[in-house]
């Protein structure tokens, strides 16, 4: 592990830039903002299905301090059933429109369909989070193609199957080994290594204790060459932990992962509750760059 010198230091000239957009990581961890256009996703389904609705929280995330808004048209919880490409497109093509013209925070498009991607890009999207990690070929030729960033989650099985008894030997080693796999897949599309993350996919197709294991070890991921993004926010191991039955309920656990992760130096945390979750990567990000 680096000591708090080398991570200040390295951090001073992490920016990336790409002809989209701009994520400035120089003071630490930042926040991706999650907008389910969906009527269904596991915390906010039906929230932000209206156009209108999906727009006015996504520039409130955006004024609460999000870094990234990740905008999908597909719940991905567990037992969730596949949504076709033209009615993902129906949803988030006019919201990621409204937005990019409205903000200057790039727009992730949350999707592991490769027509998704392509419309959502076409519309001003700047970034790709695919929960497959680019498990279609022609997603990786896009990104290169956009010049875009993109996510790589790890994901055991699919949405419908992911929760029915994961297993591993070893979940850590499994999860890096099968991230580093696809980030190196990636390179040789020619997406280059800094516009790479990866995710070890907190919550698909894991179990409370795999979720726990991959969080106490995430700076194994920190330190594999690629930046790092963790979704936990509001997910149903937390629940477990704190015994809180509604995913509202589960801030305080949320922040809790949040804090950890950025204390890791975990460059993106994606989130529902924006700006509790601003508050908390701040204080993080101030006491790591504190010098004496």
Known sequence: MKNKKEKVKSRSEDVVEWPAGRLDFSAGCVVMGVLNVTPDSFSDGGQFFDTDKAIEQGLKMAADGAA?????????????????????????????????KKSDVPISVDTTNYEVAKAALDAGAAMINDITALSDQRMGELAA??????????IQGTPATMQIEPKYKNVVAEVLAFLLERAKRAEKFGIPKQRIFIDPGIGFGKTTEHNLLLLRDIDRFVDSGYRVCIGAS????????????????????????????????????????????????????AVEHIEV
């Not at 995913?247 to 700006?275: E, K, Q, W, Y």
């Open 145 to 154: 193609e956009k010049s875009v960033p993109v996510v790589l989650m790890h």
């Open 234 to 285: 509001r997910k149903a191991f937390i629940g477990k932990l704190t015994g809180k039955d509604e995913p509202t309920g589960r801030i305080f656990g949320t922040a809790a992962t949040v804090a950890l992760c950025a204390a890791a130096g975990v460059s993106i945390v994606r989130v529902h509750d924006v700006a509790e979750m601003v508050d908390v990567v701040r204080i993080i990000n």
């Open 68 to 100: 990234i808004i990740d905008v999908g048209g597909e719940s991905t919880r567990p037992g969730s059933a596949p949504v076709s490409a033209e009615e993902q497109k129906e949803r988030v093509v006019p919201v990621i429109e409204a937005l990019a």
